[in-house]
């Protein structure tokens, strides 16, 4: 695997004495590279927690990451730098994470210049960096707010790859745009990771939107993996009953855009989740053990795990 997170946990501490918000907890993750991983559930789940911290932007409060086998806690100097370049992010919103004050060719200089990394004339540098995702070089002098929201997605995609990383982690990177212009950008993701050879995790709440992307989808819930298979599994088997609502909304999902609720039932507060089964509030298929007994992340098949205890039934 290029990246890995080996039992990742992330708390955050509350004040007086409240039970802590767990929004990661033990996770395990093994991207491979080249690879798509689509990371999927509903926000409030840890995903963009779990995002943050893969790609090196927040600690996570154990657990480790480790990238190309090697732990990026341990390193130091340079080869901490080099690899936190190589593994950077595309935020949801767009607009959001660019300076306001810098112009389109600023924003996707200010890192590459910063380490060294434009070993050419720095406007063919822009502009080649321009093209690349789609936008035209003559508007290198303007400003975030003159662009549309999927122009200033491609101005985050730019700034991201300005520094030739093998891995993008993209936290919806989509969700904040118009639903035609959201293949337009999963289209640009698809010819950048053909052209660059890049490896992805790719976090949405929607599964229609890994559908053509991920090689592989991880089913998130409450800070924990659910399922984790290979994307046409998980598509056509789908073994948790959580990924199974999810599938089952998904034709609504499309239409309604963000405020859709896409299970029965609330999310609970990850501050005090569930005993046993966090899902089981929920589930259609609970059983008595499943208030009781959280149930393990466990192989059903070659590359598919699923937690839930119906697995578990002997015949
Ligand atoms: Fe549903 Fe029980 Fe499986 Fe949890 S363990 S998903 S509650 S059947
Ligand atoms: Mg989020």
């Known amino acids: ?30 991207i491979q590279q080249g690879e798509v991983l689509g990371l999927v559930g509903e926000s409030g789940c840890g995903k963009s927690s779990l995002a943050r911290i893969m790609a090196g932007v927040r600690q996570a409060s154990s657990g480790e990451i480790r ?35 810098m112009n389109v060719g600023e924003i996707i200089a200010e890192a590459p210049r910063l380490f060294g990394l434009i ?16 936008l035209d070089p003559a508007y290198r002098l303007r400003y975030p707010h003159q662009f549309s929201g999927g122009q200033r997605q491609r101005i ?3 700034r991201a790859l300005a520094v030739n990383p093998s891995v993008l982690v993209c936290d919806e990177p989509v969700s904040a745009l118009d639903v035609s212009i959201q293949a337009q950008i999963l289209n640009l993701f698809m010819d950048l ?6 490896t992805y995790l790719f976090i949405s709440h929607d599964l229609s939107v890994v559908r053509h992307l991920a090689d592989r989808v991880a089913i998130m819930y409450l800070g924990r993996i659910v399922e984790q298979a290979p994307a046409r599994e998980i598509f056509e088997r789908p073994n948790h009953p959580y990924t199974q609502a999810l599938l089952a909304e998904m034709p609504r ?4 855009q963000r405020t859709f609720s896409p299970v029965e ?5 990850p501050s005090n989740p569930p005993k046993g089964c966090h899902f089981h509030p929920r589930c259609p298929k609970a059983m008595p053990i499943c208030k009781e007994v959280m149930p ?4 059903i098949d070659t590359g598919h795990l699923s937690a839930c205890h119906l697995n578990e039934k002997t015949g």
């Open 1 to 30: 695997p290029i990246i890995e997170a080996r039992s990742l946990s992330l708390y955050y501490p509350m004040p007086k004495r409240a039970p802590s918000v767990r929004a990661v907890h033990e996770v395990d993750l093994e």
């Open 67 to 101: 990238y190309r086998g090697r732990p990026l806690a341990g390193l130091t100097g340079k080869e901490k730098i080099q690899a936190k370049l190589q593994i950077q992010m595309v935020f949801q919103d767009p607009f959001a994470s660019l300076n306001p004050r």
């Open 119 to 134: 070993k050419t004339d720095e406007s063919a540098f822009i502009s080649e960096q321009m093209e690349r995702v789609g």
């Open 156 to 158: 985050g995609i730019a």
């Open 193 to 198: 990771r053909e052209q660059l050879g890049l």
């Open 253 to 256: 999902i499309v239409t309604r």
């Open 265 to 269: 039932g609330e999310l609970p507060s």
């Open 296 to 299: 393990k992340l466990e192989d």
